[in-house]
């Protein structure tokens, strides 16, 4: 299984990087999870226009899903013809965000996108094993642990801390996980993590390796982040970029 970072950047783009949007394959089979603002772009950057076999939208946030609109577009006036219809796994209502965002009249995009509602379980897509579950967030929001070949990739998406994100991580070889907050401020209740709070569900999940996403560039504090995880937690951390490659 191979992740590629499009966009790790949180709530809006950064200068460096679109927002949120990960390629993980395997088996030559393509899951994009995330279709965040700017990530449209990346994916050109860091793999091919067409290089996406199914979507999975983790919650409606434009930061997770904008770029599903204008990937309308690409689908369906491709030079070579209308490209078939893509599976998209989403919470309830996203056809009609997408169509919404897409046209003034809500024209349909069934012809570009064929859509799953998300609701906690576990699921094949291609190769992988998926297993998706609520996490704290404002609206509906799944955190997500795709395993394939006995190794487990899990993503936080967005959330407060929760019992749930520390179950889909257990034992992971890689846990992906949100810290926008910095930690020591007043931040706002149930609806993201500080590092120190990453740190410390890396440590009850018992992960192999903690990857930071979803920081706000330009509110600062990267480095107190990744110090804020990394006494809460043992293992390897890091910040993911935009282009960065794991094979697990
Ligand atoms: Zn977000
Ligand atoms: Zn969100």
Redo the contacts with the bound molecule.
């Keep these: 299984m191979r992740l590629t970072v499009l966009g790790c950047a949180?709530?809006f783009p950064g200068p460096e990087s679109a927002?949120?949007a990960y390629l993980v394959e395997a088996h030559g089979f393509r899951l994009l999870i995330?279709f965040?603002s700017g990530s449209l772009s990346a994916l050109q950057r860091y793999a091919d226009l067409n290089a996406i076999d199914a979507i999975m939208l983790t919650?409606l946030?434009g930061?997770?899903m904008l770029d599903a609109c204008n990937y309308v577009v690409v689908r369906r006036y491709d030079p070579a013809g209308p490209r078939p219809p893509l599976p998209v796994y989403a919470p309830l209502g996203a056809a009609e965000r997408i169509s919404a965002a897409y046209s003034a009249d809500n024209e349909p995009v069934d012809d570009v996108y064929t859509f799953f509602r998300l609701e906690p379980g576990t699921f094949p897509i291609g190769p992988f094993t998926v297993t998706v579950d609520r996490v704290n967030?404002p609206i509906e929001t799944y955190g997500v642990r795709v395993e394939a070949g006995g190794r487990v990739l899990a993503y936080s998406?967005?959330t407060a801390p929760c019992d749930t994100l520390v179950r889909l991580a257990q034992g992971a070889d890689l846990f992906l996980c949100?810290a926008?907050y910095l930690d020591g401020m007043n931040n706002p209740p149930d609806l993201?993590l500080t590092g120190g709070e990453a740190g410390e569900a890396a440590t009850k999940a018992d992960v192999a390796r903690l990857l930071l996403t979803?920081l706000v560039p330009a509110w600062g504090g990267e480095a107190a982040t990744v110090e804020a995880a990394s006494a809460a937690y043992a293992g390897p951390v890091e910040v993911v970029r935009p282009g960065s490659r794991y094979d697990l």
Excluded: L, N, Y
């Design positions: 949180g709530s927002c949120s995330d965040g919650h946030h930061d997770h967030h998406s967005d949100e926008s993201h979803h």
